[in-house]
């Protein structure tokens, strides 16, 4: 068997593979800067998800509740009742800012001049159509004889994605 000679190490010589260079530490901190900024826009992302969320929730939960109220009130005071107060507060939300009234929460029935009409034109409501019941469409207010009433519950609201709107439209028969 034979003995292999071992080298001693070479003194004063430096061993260029045994560590990091400046440029090795700039690229890992360049990655690491780009690493945490995109981790940081994902969760700035995620917060502003969640809020956009939380706000669509708060706002179906008042228009459900705005259809709940509607319902309960008598089917002929209906319209009598909820257009004199169209307007109403949704908690945890900001109103817009060209709101006049301060509310975020609308009913809108198909009125002109505060009178329900057939001759209203909302695709949304089915509008034009006979809410009287007597096979015609007419230009007359018929406040005090429908037999059906659309309405739409709107809340608009400003959030963290800028204006946002969340609508219920509702065919109420008698």
Do not use: C
């Not at 690493?35 to 939960?61: C, P, S, Y």
């Amino acid at each position: 068997m034979k003995l292999l000679p071992t080298r001693a190490p070479l003194r004063g010589r430096i061993d260029r593979t045994a560590g990091f260079t400046l440029a090795d530490v700039v690229v890992a901190m360049l990655l690491l800067t780009m690493a945490a900024g995109g981790l940081t826009g994902a969760v700035t992302h995620g917060l502003r998800l969640n809020r956009v969320n939380e706000e669509t929730a708060a706002a179906d939960e008042a228009a459900r509740a705005m259809v709940e109220q509607i319902q309960a009130t008598p089917f002929d005071q209906r319209f009598a009742v909820h257009s004199a107060q169209p307007d109403f507060a949704v908690p945890r939300l900001n109103v817009q800012k060209d709101d006049e009234d301060g509310m975020a929460g609308k009913i809108l029935f198909p009125t002109i001049d505060g009178e329900l009409r057939e001759d209203v034109v909302d695709a949304n409501l089915g509008m034009p159509r006979d809410l009287s019941g007597d096979g015609i469409q007419d230009v007359q207010d018929h406040s005090g004889d429908y037999v059906l009433l659309p309405v739409t519950v709107r809340i608009e609201w400003t959030g963290p994605s800028g204006d946002r709107s969340h609508q219920v439209h509702l065919l109420m028969v008698q």
